[in-house]
């Protein structure tokens, strides 16, 4: 069985603070600030109001994800993945405060961390082991991301990036439709470790070894994959700044516009939640579509770069030419039955036809299409997740069959 | 699967695995204060964190405790040795380290030959430690893991007051433990929310369970546990490490089973393991440990 992100979503506070409001909190001048903006792409975070805790924060993220609620009851685990391992006073547990929230009190909650702000990626790959050895069909992990900026490290010069607060969340599933987890590949450096003897030492060839060891941990990562540069749609990276990655994308020959840089302007850097914020961003703005693989990254102090690829809605294991090949099938097998369906007065059929708004078709009848398109492919389609989005037009009735089928 | 040897952990989708056997356990305490502990960025760092729950610092604690990446760096070069090479490193602990920012682990993980995969788990009371060891028997079961080390770590001093009742430590102690590939899975069961009346009953069924018809048991209790049997208990005083200290007490070809119950987080934890007890590597060897100085690069380059 393979690891799947069954469901992502993000959380951001509504609060836009620009950086040039944080310089004095951050204790950078004027000037540090204009380059902030300037050469590192950075323009505004995102705070919560005050009075507003952790907790608000993960619980934002985890109620934003359309297929958790009626799921309660299959979510075995709550994984917190913290970039920074204290966030509050020993014993305060916001892990199993939001466990409590959200109402599940037979889940087995816990913190993963030490992997700074690329720990969301490793939890994951946690979650996904647990899964794999669960005796009961359908179990979900819930891994939740985000932090609060409640302080300055005075270590980590803000200088490069700032922190934002934000929060991500995803429902991880041993199979089953959803991204399919194709490789992870850590590569952890302890030698570079800020808080050791040497740490100011350690900050500077963090620095200096940056673009080497992220470019590596990429390229090895599709590599482990068995894919190429050229058979990636898109990097969701984390948000630390635009001139990095564009140092990384000249390094390892990847086009810039594949990375989406989106958010670094307008969230700036959310330890080990930029993969989920920007999954949900990606996936609204259109730029992942069925059997696309994409990779995503992080890194940190301490340290680790880590890297991870997914195939988004794949089915299983099934190749991308298998589920391109299966959504023409599908399109064309729908456009033949609203022919019968609906005889002469049928306009012409694209992708983009409504099947409620311009054909008129009722929730009722769109199933009696479904269960038809069913036999005439011999595909069985898992209708449990189906919803009124999935039934709007040709295309999003076509996406969903294709990640919801099996035998296919 | 993981396919190469170099300071990179990479896997792909979940392979065949192993199940474990325990070979090595060290344990050890520490009176002393880590100098890490007066670092100027702490109190800041500390202000800050306890002010969003409206506490204030203890003054009396501050500057005292221990540091988990001095602490525990003994045990495990004791239980490791550089002819083993180790995949996976996991760390588990309750009471926070005094150094709140650093991510232990990836050091431990550099005392280590085999440039083991390694981070910590947290946040879940004295069952953090049975979460740890369920991760690494779920690694080796998806054949990313054929030796791995388990760190438990506990510091005394908690320099604000405490909003609930939790277990603190009366002294600092790190214990580890070098787990191989065996033919047996390690069991661990995890109960959640589960009252203090119902632990007798579950814990029986469990141990019926696990044990089946194995001739001898070994049976070790943590301190978050009352019974009057005959069993091992926990070393006093350490309740985060002292049940783990105890596992290589147990009588040779017996099955190893320890449980531990946390009142405040309800969990009930029960596991069993096929100990397969060798000599510390330190006694194996003759030489410290793994030879490897903390902190050192593989010296191979991610590449």
């Known amino acids: ?7 992502v979503a993000a959380f951001l506070p509504e609060r836009r603070v620009p950086v040039e409001e944080l310089g004095p909190e951050l204790g950078l001048t004027p000037t540090q600030v204009r380059v902030l903006r300037r050469f590192n792409g950075l323009g505004e975070v995102r705070r919560q109001q005050p009075g507003e805790t952790l907790v608000d924060l993960l619980e934002g993220a985890a109620r934003a994800l359309p297929t958790l609620r009626g799921r309660e009851h299959l979510v075995r685990y709550v994984l917190h993945a913290r970039g920074v391992p204290v966030v509050a006073p020993y014993p305060v547990n916001p892990v199993h405060e939001l466990r409590t929230r959200l109402g599940l009190a037979g889940a087995t909650a816990f913190a993963v961390t030490h992997h700074a702000c690329a720990s969301g990626l490793l939890a994951i790959d946690i979650a996904g082991r647990l899964l794999t050895r669960e005796r009961e069909p359908g179990a979900l992990a ?3 991301a985000g932090e609060q900026v409640f302080t300055q490290d005075e270590r980590l010069a803000p200088d490069h990036r700032v922190f934002g607060e934000g929060a991500g969340a995803c429902l991880v599933s041993a199979g089953g439709p959803g991204d399919v987890l194709l490789s992870y590949v850590a590569g952890q450096r302890g030698d570079l470790d800020h808080w050791g003897v040497d740490g100011l030492g350690a900050m500077d060839r963090f620095a200096q070894e940056y673009t ?4 590596d941990v990429l390229l090895a990562a599709l590599k482990q994959a068995d894919l190429g540069i050229d058979d990636l749609a898109l990097v969701l990276p984390h948000n630390v700044n635009v001139v990095s990655w564009r140092r990384v994308c000249r390094r390892i020959g990847l086009p810039v516009d594949r990375v989406l840089l989106d958010n670094v302007p307008l969230v700036g850097h959310t330890p080990s939640a930029d993969t989920f914020i920007n999954h949900a961003s990606a996936v609204a703005l259109g730029r992942l579509a069925p059997g696309d693989r994409y990779l995503t990254a992080g890194a940190g102090f301490g340290a680790v770069f880590s890297a991870m690829v997914f195939e988004h809605q794949g089915s299983g294991n099934m190749a991308a030419t298998e589920v391109t090949e299966l959504r023409t099938r599908v399109v064309d097998t729908l456009s033949v039955l609203l022919g019968q369906l609906l005889g002469g007065d049928l306009p012409a059929v694209s992708e983009e036809t409504r099947l409620f708004d311009e054909l008129g078709l009722s929730s009722s009848k769109t199933l009696e299409l479904l269960l038809a398109l069913e036999d ?5 389609v898992d209708v449990e997740e189906i919803d009124r989005r999935d039934l709007a037009s040709v295309g999003s009735l076509s996406d969903f069959v294709v990640a919801h089928a099996d035998g296919a | 699967m993981r396919t190469v ?3 990179m952990f990479m896997t792909g989708l979940p392979g065949e695995g192993t199940g474990l056997v325990l070979r090595r356990v060290v344990h050890r305490g520490d009176d002393a204060d880590s100098t890490l502990a007066v670092h100027p960025t702490l109190r800041p760092y500390l202000t800050d964190l306890v002010a969003t729950h409206g506490l204030a610092l203890r003054e009396e604690v501050l500057g005292t405790g221990q540091a988990y990446a001095e602490l525990a760096a003994p045990v495990v070069e004791a239980v490791t040795s550089a002819d083993e090479p180790v995949d996976l490193l996991v760390l588990a602990y309750g009471v926070p380290d005094v150094q709140p920012g650093r991510n232990v682990a990836l ?5 280590c030959p ?10 879940q009371g004295p069952a953090a430690a049975f979460t740890a060891l369920r991760l690494i028997a779920d690694y080796a079961a998806t054949g990313a893991c054929r030796r791995a080390v388990l760190v438990v770590a506990e510091q005394s001093a908690v320099p604000y007051p405490l909003t609930a009742p939790a277990p603190v430590p009366d ?3 790190a214990v580890a433990l070098l787990f191989e590939s065996g033919p047996s899975p390690v069991g661990v069961r995890t109960h959640t929310a589960l009252p203090p009346e119902s632990v007798d009953a579950v814990l029986a069924a469990d141990i019926a369970e696990l044990t089946g018809e194995s001739d001898g048991v070994t049976l070790v209790l943590g301190s978050g546990m009352d019974s009057a049997a005959d069993v091992l208990r926990a070393v006093p005083g350490l309740p985060y490490t002292g049940l783990w200290a105890r596992l290589g007490d147990c009588e040779p070809g017996e099955l190893l089973v320890f449980a531990d119950y946390d009142p405040a987080l309800g969990y009930l934890c029960v596991a069993a393991v096929e100990p397969q007890l060798r000599t510390t590597a330190v006694a194996a060897t003759g030489s410290p440990g793994s030879g490897r100085r903390c902190g050192e690069h593989g010296g191979q380059g991610l590449n």
């Open chain 1, 376 to 380: 005439e492919l011999d595909i069985q």
């Open chain 2, 5 to 7: 040897r170099d300071p």
């Open chain 1, 1 to 7: 069985m393979s690891t799947t992100l069954a469901d």
């Open chain 1, 142 to 144: 819930l891994v939740v």
């Open chain 2, 171 to 173: 002294r600092h102690a």
């Open chain 2, 107 to 111: 050091h431990l993980a550099s005392c």
């Open chain 2, 114 to 123: 085999g440039d083991p995969l390694a981070f910590a788990v947290c946040d």
């Open chain 1, 212 to 215: 080497e060891l992220l470019s």
